[in-house]
């Protein structure tokens, strides 16, 4: 990684966040970046594929998510629990996360493990498939459907997450469930559906390799050719789309749950991804809500005392993305008292552009959270493979961050009139009615 | 995500950072050719893939080792220079932290820590935090049991930005009434919300049952009724025992020393003493009988939390390294056995680890996991066989040198940010460890054999005498506890989300005496 600051250093002018990389593209369609770093001696491979919870089925939601636990269970010459016990006994770990757009999953270790690394993915992108068997989808579904228990279900909340989807996107839409899908649906996989989903998604057309380290790039592709270039080429598959959604009024959604305050998520449907539009709602979420000075913050828990917290954000997605407000309130303050202080907030931001200072300091964290993602080598790996996916082979991260340079206060202003308007889904939630001495009416 | 094995918090949080390092013998086996199952080769390919790859062997990794200078104040100063960062971090630490909290007042250290981030030098709370943004930094301020810690980080030309901010908000707050109130009342809630939330709860009642609800035995952020019995008085008495004798300064970045050390002479030179310094740890920690078994109430919930467990080591003891590789194979890893047990093995858990608190003081280590409320008797006799296990029988020699590469990486993992090399140069002032701590770890690491592993472990951990905590559905967990005759503990004392004990008690499991949880300590 490579800094080039300038001599002296404008308010909010760019820092250059530079990684010096080799692109390849290998005749089955698999794309490769190689991004070498000798001052650490590490390397971590990122295998991006392009399949995510938007693809999945009618009847087979969270699928995408259970197939990513799928691919640790075992190839004909890495079989289970090899992928794990392999790694960790020459010091690397794994890990892997899905989501609506994306199935991504990284190795990292001693840089002496590389070609260990690259053995284990080829052996399960060529294999995988046929070594599949319904115990091993016995065992995931269970780890699965703990997985769904210990982050939603047994999470404060977390029903928010199944309520939200569905309400902010029409029927039929791929983003109108979430990522870790109903329990039934997950209980209702069958092999024959892991083989399909494999054989339809995990192709090598369809992913995208990146090795970040202390690697020779040279080395390191010769090594990428041995074990991928054999990989036979396969058809590209095509992900999911759907028209642009819209929603023309309120949706207001009423929830309770096992809990002692009040809560209200507002959400928004907002520009995808890699877009212009998409970086101004980015900073119009870090005005609103990243930190002790933003504008939700200040006003409702500081000023206020109306909130215990509250978080703001534009979660990019590649077809369309969300805007969401969150707040917790205070003990005894009604879930309407919340919603109507952020509600003037939105409306301040609509109706008024943000001082120059407060789109400056948003842009600086932007470019300073970019320069903290490239520091350690399984985010830096993470990134680059999301920049190609985003804007193509051999995008910068310049070209990420160019998006946010022309942004000013009256364009800001101009974005959140046309995303934070009438149509959203409101979420509240209040507690459950308390059963007088509920522990022993159970 | 497939797994988040967390490294355990508890109330020790920021200084429980257990860094494993590198250099990485070649731990595996040679390559052995793997017999070809299922259908034949069919691809050219496959004879590429019937062949393990060689693993060679591995540089050393060259960690840093801090220079540390003194500035006019005699406040120490750790530098630890990386001309490529491109990023700087500066930090203050000192050594007083939520061990300090008198009795009944606990979370002092830390609404002190939060008071500092509520308007300093004349600057409100949110010029304050504006001026952190304008800079791109982070300013995280906080308080765990063995210090008090200020981190700021950004882009390297700020900082002479970050160290005057740096000195505002650990010299100068401005404690306000005003700002008192909100900062107490936003505490309340965040103290509320967690009452809810079964894992909260679950460390909570874990570590009352641990120290009793004393220094080391209470929540870092304090409890309801404690907040509310807090003054502004309170903090500032608590902020005005912070001294430059017990405090330093921590910078990592592309900075030359020089340059860092003019940057905070200037912004910290001048800071004197107000008055004696005092570490006011756990001199008054009495040790406590604890109980086997506690367990906070959430009727209804679909999963128990559980954590099995008892004191451990302070930071400083020889055994901290034996037992941080015996907890990598136990715990600390994907493919330990706890893990695999309840994960893999069983599919009762998304995952299940284990894990030391170091600090100061003895710290703690808990094995822990969440599972389906349905089998968590099941679940606990698995715990404690596995923890029984680790007593009982020494390492393989696999699982040795598995924990020596994790162990390495992890430290090379680490150092990678300025923000974390920070956080670990701080433990080595906070814990008055060798400035060549993590240089010397690798080779301390390998050292380590089957024997001295097991002989730390045995010192330690006790298996037969570790409390279980439980967060869930006391009924459902209840009903199967006392249906399962394996299980030889004793009723459960109730303690409520904060950890602290109610008065009602629960039925005897097992038919086991329940005398184990009749002498407790009393609780405020």
């Given amino acids: 990684m490579v800094f080039a600051l300038p001599l002296t250093l404008l308010l909010s002018a760019a820092p250059q966040?530079?990684?010096?990389?080799?692109?390849?593209?290998?005749?089955?369609?698999?794309?490769?970046?190689?991004?070498?770093?000798?001052?650490?001696?590490?390397?971590?491979?990122?295998?991006?594929?392009?399949?995510?919870?938007?693809?999945?089925?009618?009847?087979?939601?969270?699928?995408?998510?259970?197939?990513?636990?799928?691919?640790?269970?075992?190839?004909?010459?890495?079989?289970?629990?090899?992928?794990?016990?392999?790694?960790?006994?020459?010091?690397?770990?794994?890990?892997?996360?899905?989501?609506?757009?994306?199935?991504?999953?990284?190795?990292?270790?001693?840089?002496?493990?590389?070609?260990?690394?690259?053995?284990?993915?080829?052996?399960?992108?060529l294999t995988l498939g046929q070594e599949m068997t319904q115990e091993k989808l016995e065992t995931q579904r269970k780890v699965v459907l703990n997985e769904r228990r210990q982050s939603y279900e047994n999470v404060p909340y977390g029903k928010v997450e199944d309520a939200l989807p569905p309400a902010l996107f029409p029927k039929g839409n791929p983003y109108s469930w979430p990522v870790i899908g109903s329990a039934a649906d997950l209980r209702a996989a069958t092999l024959q559906d892991v083989k399909d989903f494999f054989a339809t998604w995990y192709v090598p057309s369809n992913a995208s390799l990146v090795i970040a380290g202390d690697v020779d790039p040279a080395q390191a592709l010769a090594l990428v050719n041995k074990y991928f270039a054999f990989l036979p080429k396969r058809p590209l598959p095509q992900q999911a789309t759907a028209p642009t959604a819209k929603l023309a009024s309120e949706v207001r959604l009423q929830l309770t749950d096992k809990v002692d305050l009040d809560k209200v998520v507002i959400a928004w449907l907002s520009p995808r991804s890699g877009t212009?539009?998409?970086?101004?709602?980015?900073?119009?979420?870090?005005?609103?809500?990243?930190?002790?000075?933003?504008?939700?913050?200040?006003?409702?828990?500081?000023?206020?005392?109306?909130?215990?917290?509250?978080?703001?954000?534009?979660?990019?997605?590649?077809?369309?993305?969300?805007?969401?407000?969150?707040?917790?309130?205070?003990?005894?303050?009604?879930?309407?008292?919340?919603?109507?202080?952020?509600d003037e907030e939105v409306e301040q931001l609509r109706s008024q552009q943000p001082t120059l200072a407060e789109v400056e300091a948003a842009r600086t964290l932007v470019y300073t959270d970019a320069a903290r993602r490239l520091e350690s080598l399984v985010s830096r790996a993470q990134y680059l493979n999301e920049l190609q996916l985003t804007y193509g082979v051999g995008a910068t991260v310049m070209r990420d961050l160019d998006r946010y340079q022309g942004l000013t206060p009256a364009g800001l202003k101009d974005t959140a009139n046309q995303v934070l308007g009438v149509g959203r889904v409101v979420v509240e939630v209040k507690p459950e009615p308390k059963v007088a001495n509920a522990q022993e009416a159970k | 995500m497939r797994a988040r094995l967390v490294a355990l918090a508890l109330a020790f949080g920021a200084c429980n950072f257990a860094p494993p390092k590198p250099d990485m013998e070649p731990p595996l086996p040679p390559a052995k050719p793997q017999a070809?199952?299922?259908?034949?080769?069919?691809?050219?390919?496959?004879?590429?893939?019937?062949?393990?790859?060689?693993?060679?062997?591995?540089?050393?990794?060259?960690?840093?080792?801090?220079?540390?200078?003194?500035?006019?104040?005699?406040?120490?100063?750790?530098?630890?220079?990386?001309?490529?960062?491109?990023?700087?971090?500066?930090?203050?630490?000192?050594?007083?932290?939520?061990?300090?909290?008198?009795?009944?007042?606990?979370?002092?250290?830390?609404?002190?820590?939060?008071?500092?981030?509520?308007?300093?030098?004349?600057?409100?709370?949110?010029?304050?935090?504006?001026?952190?943004?304008?800079?791109?930094?982070?300013?995280?301020?906080?308080?765990?049991?063995?210090?008090?810690?200020?981190?700021?980080?950004?882009?390297?030309?700020?900082?002479?930005?970050?160290?005057?901010?740096?000195?505002?908000?650990?010299?100068?707050?401005?404690?306000?009434?005003?700002?008192?109130?909100?900062?107490?009342?936003?505490?309340?809630?965040?103290?509320?919300?967690?009452?809810?939330?079964?894992?909260?709860?679950?460390?909570?009642?874990f570590l009352a049952a641990l120290y009793g609800y004393g220094p080391l035995g209470h929540p870092a952020e304090g409890n309801i009724a404690s907040v509310k019995g807090l003054r502004l008085a309170d903090a500032k008495a608590f902020l005005a025992s912070v001294s430059p004798g017990d405090s330093a300064l921590v910078a990592v970045g592309?900075?030359?020393?020089?340059?860092?050390?003019?940057?905070?002479?200037?912004?910290?030179?001048?800071?004197?003493?107000?008055?004696?310094?005092?570490?006011?740890?756990?001199?008054?920690?009495?040790?406590?009988?604890?109980?086997?078994?506690?367990?906070?109430?959430?009727?209804?919930?679909?999963?128990?939390?559980?954590?099995?467990?008892?004191?451990?080591v302070p930071r400083s003891s020889p055994d901290v390294l034996p037992l941080e590789l015996a907890n990598a194979i136990v715990g600390g890893s994907f493919t330990s056995r706890l893990n695999q047990n309840l994960r893999e093995q069983h599919g009762y858990s998304y995952?299940?680890?284990?894990?030391?608190?170091?600090?100061?003081?003895?710290?703690?280590?808990?094995?822990?996991?969440?599972?389906?409320?349905?089998?968590?008797?099941?679940?606990?006799?698995?715990?404690?066989?596995?923890?029984?296990?680790?007593?009982?029988?020494?390492?393989?020699?696999?699982?040795?040198?598995?924990?020596k590469a994790l162990l390495a990486f992890e430290l090379v993992e680490s150092l990678q940010s300025v923000s974390a090399t920070a956080r670990a140069v701080a433990d080595i002032f906070l814990f008055d460890l060798p400035l060549d701590e993590y240089k010397t770890y690798v080779a301390r690491l390998q050292a380590l054999t089957p024997a001295t592993v097991?002989?730390?472990?045995?010192?330690?951990?006790?298996?037969?005498?570790?409390?279980?905590?439980?967060?869930?559905?006391?009924?459902?967990?209840?009903?199967q506890m006392q249906a399962d005759s394996a299980l030889k503990l004793p009723a459960p004392q109730l303690r409520d989300p904060e950890g602290k004990l109610l008065g009602r008690t629960a039925p005897s499991v097992s038919g086991a005496a329940a005398s184990g949880t009749s002498r407790t300590s009393p609780h405020p």
């Fill in chain 1, 17 to 125: 966040l530079t990684v010096p990389v080799t692109h390849a593209e290998l005749p089955n369609g698999l794309k490769v970046i190689i991004a070498p770093d000798r001052t650490v001696p590490g390397v971590v491979i990122n295998l991006l594929y392009h399949v995510g919870s938007r693809d999945e089925q009618p009847g087979r939601t969270g699928f995408a998510h259970l197939f990513e636990h799928l691919m640790f269970m075992g190839a004909r010459y890495v079989p289970y629990p090899q992928f794990d016990t392999l790694m960790e006994a020459g010091g690397g770990v794994n890990n892997a996360f899905t989501s609506y757009d994306i199935t991504d999953y990284h190795s990292v270790g001693p840089s002496n493990l590389l070609e260990t690394f690259l053995w284990m993915e080829s052996d399960r992108l």
């Fill in chain 1, 276 to 342: 212009t539009e998409d970086a101004a709602c980015d900073l119009l979420a870090s005005i609103l809500g990243r930190g002790k000075a933003s504008r939700l913050y200040q006003r409702l828990v500081y000023r206020d005392q109306l909130a215990t917290e509250v978080s703001v954000q534009q979660e990019p997605r590649e077809l369309q993305s969300v805007f969401s407000i969150s707040a917790l309130a205070r003990p005894g303050v009604d879930v309407h008292a919340l919603e109507k202080a952020i």
């Fill in chain 2, 36 to 205: 070809v199952s299922g259908p034949a080769a069919t691809v050219s390919g496959e004879s590429v893939l019937a062949q393990r790859p060689p693993i060679p062997p591995l540089g050393p990794f060259d960690a840093p080792v801090p220079t540390v200078v003194t500035l006019s104040n005699g406040l120490k100063l750790y530098i630890v220079v990386r001309p490529s960062a491109g990023l700087e971090a500066v930090g203050f630490v000192t050594r007083q932290g939520a061990a300090a909290d008198p009795l009944g007042k606990e979370g002092l250290a830390s609404i002190a820590a939060a008071m500092l981030q509520a308007g300093s030098a004349g600057k409100s709370q949110a010029e304050v935090a504006a001026a952190a943004d304008a800079m791109g930094a982070n300013l995280a301020v906080g308080a765990s049991t063995d210090a008090l810690a200020i981190g700021l980080s950004a882009l390297a030309p700020q900082l002479n930005a970050m160290s005057t901010l740096l000195a505002d908000v650990a010299l100068r707050p401005n404690l306000k009434l005003s700002d008192w109130q909100k900062v107490q009342g936003e505490r309340l809630g965040e103290l509320t919300a967690a009452r809810n939330q079964p894992r909260a709860a679950a460390r909570a009642a």
């Fill in chain 2, 254 to 312: 592309s900075a030359s020393t020089e340059v860092v050390q003019a940057a905070l002479e200037a912004a910290f030179g001048a800071w004197k003493p107000a008055g004696r310094s005092a570490i006011r740890t756990r001199a008054d920690t009495k040790p406590v009988v604890r109980p086997r078994f506690v367990l906070v109430d959430f009727p209804g919930k679909p999963q128990s939390v559980l954590l099995v467990g008892q004191p451990g």
């Fill in chain 2, 351 to 403: 995952g299940a680890g284990s894990g030391f608190a170091f600090g100061r003081g003895p710290g703690a280590f808990a094995a822990r996991t969440s599972v389906q409320t349905d089998v968590t008797a099941k679940a606990v006799t698995e715990v404690f066989n596995e923890l029984s296990r680790l007593v009982a029988e020494p390492l393989t020699a696999d699982e040795l040198s598995k924990g």
């Fill in chain 2, 454 to 479: 097991q002989d730390a472990v045995r010192r330690t951990l006790h298996p037969t005498e570790m409390t279980l905590a439980i967060a869930g559905d006391a009924k459902a967990v209840l009903a």
